[in-house]
């Protein structure tokens, strides 16, 4: 356990009744780097996701944020303390424009409450301004301010996916949680996804990706994880865990030539 | 409090609740082959009552009832065909409120067609007057009628599901409707046919009860509820379960008596059912992980 | 600062309406129809609450008219007692509110039809009791609760020489609890019950505690029912049992779906409407049937509300 990782997981475990789903996984997100836990089906990656991102409670182990316990944290303190999350099966608001569904990302970053709010304009003005520059500034990013007006579920699925990006960034969180970003694109979209996950790096944004797109993955991590029935099987560069042994069977089978 | 006097709650907590039971059912089954949560159950108890009254001038009572039934079960089918069946993938919620309407709106045509008075449908033995003794206690022959007839129909739809080709594909459409529309069965004809069975099953209820409890237009709501708790306690869709839930909330109704005041007797049934709904939303008697198909068997 | 002024001028014309038919009304000698008009206004407040609630946050609730029976008994019985009569309304509305409280921390971890049933059974409960119960009259309910004193001369009461002001009374809080909804709905606040609405796993996500806007937009929606039952029990001076059955609680989630869910304009004009003809008699003996006819007829045809599907129709060429 260093100094300068953001996150630690350490010695986690998790049972579904008699199943032993993540058995002893353990490994760290280095702060401003691009972390990828990669294995085949039913590897536990989904698992291992939703217990960082607060939707399950580990049944032993610990997840730590700068030191901080927070395992069992509900999702949205676990939001409060800086960390974003996207859905694999990307969920815009519906009835909301692309906009107001940035807005809401944004939540956090502003103040309010029944009865401030009731006050309207009143108080509020100023900072409904704030809100609404700052998103279309995120949005203008990311290269989609020309959807801000539109509907969200009007999208393509493409354009849904970089909408929910800026979502989880309007909050201007400490660690990103990507669950799949490749999952639905295209070649030339997740192309696309890819850079502009890597251009995060250098906005102290420290991304964790859980993927099965080796694309994506290999060429933009720094440090890669692979897991396979619950447990960590390699950690370390692309390169050094595309030519472990173990990994390459467990991927391919054993007993390829 | 004597024996008797026990017994005798204990008789007419388990008679009432055999109803509640008959109502659970009959959510249990609609609930199983459609999803959607039937609020306008009560209401066929309502208008089987209402209609063996008013054909009971006409009629020997046998035939009155026989009539009331067939009439309440074609009135079903005819609510599920025009309201429900044309509907494609409508959310529970909409479901849930569009059958609270119904149930409205059914009531209202008990008012207008009949009255807002009481009615009664005649003793099916005897009269008000006769009671029989059993065990030590002085019964109302009606009583055994609805223990009698609400056992019957329990058996008989065990008996329907369990070895009848009919009532097998309902189970395999209750399970899995994809494969068992994969399989042949067509569904719609099942939804159909158990909209018949429940409403039928209702209006026999209404009609065995209607001597005791009588009968009047704005009866289906809170049997509606009570049923639905009756329901929610053995768990959605478990029909062998919604049996012991009813006799369950009958007598503890009829136990309620003798502490609470009169009034605050329909209190009892509901907070059951808040009680389940947020402690234990998937009723006492569910298994683990399994969903329950009509009998309680995933 | 035009952006304010649009925001505005609609509230300002309502207001005007509402002058206007005032004016109306009286030069042609006809200002009985305020009665029913002011009457109208109070139901018209619990529907807006309801608005909020099933519209906005997306939370359904089949036992509202339990929050409004419990502020007109509120205040019924501590006006009749007689011993602080002007602590009837801030009481009702206390007691609206703690009780929406206790019953929405449990209730509102339920969802779908479950959430319907619970509701459902918390409105039946609320009858009961108010039927079972001799401090509240039972089958007939409270009568002669005398008039509600406000300030300078003005007072909550049924009375002829209080008819115009009663009516403006009325209104003008429907018109501020409109307002207020409205803020609350561009807010930030409002854009989070919409998130909640849409998705409450992303919402929470995101960071939106879930479980206490929701909680938030309950209490708010019982506070406008039970102080629209406080100050309805004063004008009328007298409540009755029906107020709290399920066939009001029906009545208003029509009147919610006839406006158009999350549409408050819609709600407001569907409520007014809507209710004013069915105090008029317009609708005989027929009146719960058509409400309930109305609910399965949009819920049917139109479930996201009248008025959204004719702007769909004028959208699509």
């Known amino acids: 356990m260093s100094g300068g990782a953001l996150l630690c997981v350490r010695d986690l475990h998790h049972w579904f009744g008699g199943l032993h789903v993540i058995n002893g996984v353990e490994f760290n997100c280095e702060s401003g780097a691009i972390r990828a836990v990669i294995g085949p089906n039913g590897a536990g990656k989904t698992t291992l996701f939703n217990l960082v991102a607060g ?30 999350r996207t859905f694999q099966s990307t969920r815009l608001f519906p009835g909301m424009t692309v906009l ?45 301010a020309d959807l801000a007006e539109q509907q969200a579920r009007d999208l393509p699925f493409g354009r849904q996916r970089v909408v929910e990006l800026a979502r989880a960034l309007a909050s201007g969180p400490r660690l990103l949680l990507l669950d799949e970003p490749a999952c639905g694109l295209n070649p030339s979209e997740t192309e696309e996804m890819a850079l502009r996950i890597a251009g995060l790096r250098g906005r102290g944004v420290t991304v964790l990706i859980v993927e099965h797109d080796m694309s994506l993955v290999m060429g933009i991590s720094d440090r890669v994880v692979v897991l396979s029935y619950g447990r960590v099987i390699a950690e370390g560069t692309p390169r050094e865990v595309q030519a472990n042994d173990e990994v390459v069977s467990v991927y391919l089978g054993a007993g390829d030539a | 409090m004597g024996a008797a006097q026990l017994l005798q709650y204990l008789f007419s907590g388990v008679a009432t609740g055999s109803i509640y039971a008959i109502v659970g059912i009959g959510f249990n089954i609609i609930y199983s082959s459609t999803g959607i949560i039937n609020f306008a159950q009560g209401e066929f108890l309502m208008l089987g009552g209402m209609i063996a009254v008013s054909l009971q001038g006409f009629l020997p009572l046998p035939l009155a009832i026989a009539a009331a039934v067939a009439l309440t079960g074609l009135l079903g089918i005819a609510v ?8 494609k993938k409508p959310g529970i919620l909409r479901m849930i409120i569009i059958t609270i309407g119904l149930s409205i709106l059914i009531r209202e045509v008990g008012l207008h067609v009949w009255d807002e008075k009481v009615h009664a449908l005649a003793y099916w033995t005897g009269d008000e007057t006769t009671s029989l003794a059993v065990l030590g206690a002085r019964v109302s022959p009606q009583v055994l009628w ?15 599901f369990r070895f009848t080709l009919t009532g097998k594909a309902m189970r395999a459409c209750a399970s899995n409707s994809t494969a068992a529309r994969l399989c042949g069965i067509r569904a719609s004809s099942l939804v159909t046919l158990s909209f018949f069975i429940a409403s039928a099953m209702g209006a026999l209820a209404g009609c065995v009860v209607s001597p005791i409890t009588q009968t009047q237009y704005d009866m289906g709501t809170s049997l509606a509820v009570k049923g639905f708790t009756c329901a929610v306690l053995g768990g959605l869709g478990n029909v062998s379960a919604a049996v012991g839930a009813g006799i369950l909330i009958g007598v503890l109704e009829s136990a309620s008596i003798s502490v609470l005041p009169l009034a605050y007797k329909d209190v009892v049934a509901l907070t059951i059912m808040l009680a389940i709904l947020l402690l234990r939303p998937q009723g006492l008697f569910a298994g683990v992980g399994r969903r329950a198909g009509p009998l309680g068997r995933g | 600062m035009t952006n304010a002024r649009a925001r505005n001028l609609p509230l300002l014309l309502l207001a005007a309406l509402i002058v206007s038919i005032q004016v109306v009304l009286s030069a042609m000698k006809a200002d009985f129809y305020l009665t029913q008009l002011t009457m109208s206004a109070w139901y018209t407040l619990v529907a807006l609450g309801l608005c909020l609630l099933m519209g906005y946050a997306g939370q359904v609730s089949m036992g509202h008219a339990g929050f409004f029976a419990i502020g007109g008994y509120t205040a019924a019985v501590i006006s009749t007692a007689g011993a602080a009569p002007w602590l009837s309304i801030p009481t ?22 479950y959430l319907a049933m619970a509701t459902l059974a918390f409105g039946f409960i609320v009858s009961r009791i108010i039927l079972g119960t001799t401090l509240f009259g039972q089958a007939d309910g409270i009568s002669d609760i005398p008039a509600y004193k406000l300030f300078a001369g003005l007072a909550i009461s049924g009375r002829r020489t209080f008819r115009i002001q009663n009516f403006y009374i009325a209104w003008g809080v429907v018109l501020a609890g409109l307002g207020l909804a409205l803020n609350l709905v561009r807010s930030r606040t409002g854009r989070a019950l919409r998130a909640i609405h849409g998705d409450e796993e992303a919402a929470a996500s995101v960071g939106i505690d879930v479980a206490r806007h929701k909680l938030a937009v309950f209490v708010l929606s019982a506070v406008y029912a039970g102080l629209a039952g406080a100050c309805l029990a004063h004008f009328n001076a007298g409540i009755g049992p029906s107020e709290g059955g399920i066939m009001k609680s029906v009545r208003y989630v029509a009147l919610v779906a006839a406006g158009g869910m999350a549409n408050l304009w819609g709600t407001l ?10 105090l008029r008699g ?36």
């Open chain 3, 92 to 113: 009702a509305v206390l007691v609206t509110a703690a009780v929406s409280l206790l019953v929405g921390i449990p209730v509102l971890r339920l969802k779908g039809h």
């Open chain 2, 146 to 160: 609805v223990l009698g007839i609400s056992a019957l129909m329990v058996i008989g739809l065990t008996l329907f």
């Open chain 3, 282 to 317: 317009a609708f005989g003996l027929f009146d719960d049937a058509v409400f309930g006819g109305i609910l399965v007829a949009i819920m049917l045809f139109a479930p996201e509300g009248v008025f959204s599907v004719l702007q769909r129709k004028r959208k699509t060429p």
């Open chain 1, 100 to 144: 107001e569904n940035v807005m809401v990302g944004h939540h956090l970053a502003e103040h309010g409450g029944f009865l401030r709010d009731m006050g309207g304009r009143l108080f509020n003005s100023r900072q409904e301004n704030r809100m609404r520059r700052q998103c279309m500034e995120i949005l203008d990013g990311l290269g989609v």
């Open chain 2, 80 to 87: 599920q065909l025009v309201f429900l069946s044309w509907l």
């Open chain 3, 269 to 278: 004009a569907a409520s007014a409407i809507l209710t004013f003809l069915s």
């Open chain 1, 55 to 84: 939707t399950l409670c580990p049944t032993s182990g610990a997840i730590e944020l700068q030191g901080k316990p927070i395992q069992g944290l509900p999702p949205h303190k676990i939001a409060a303390l800086g960390i974003s």
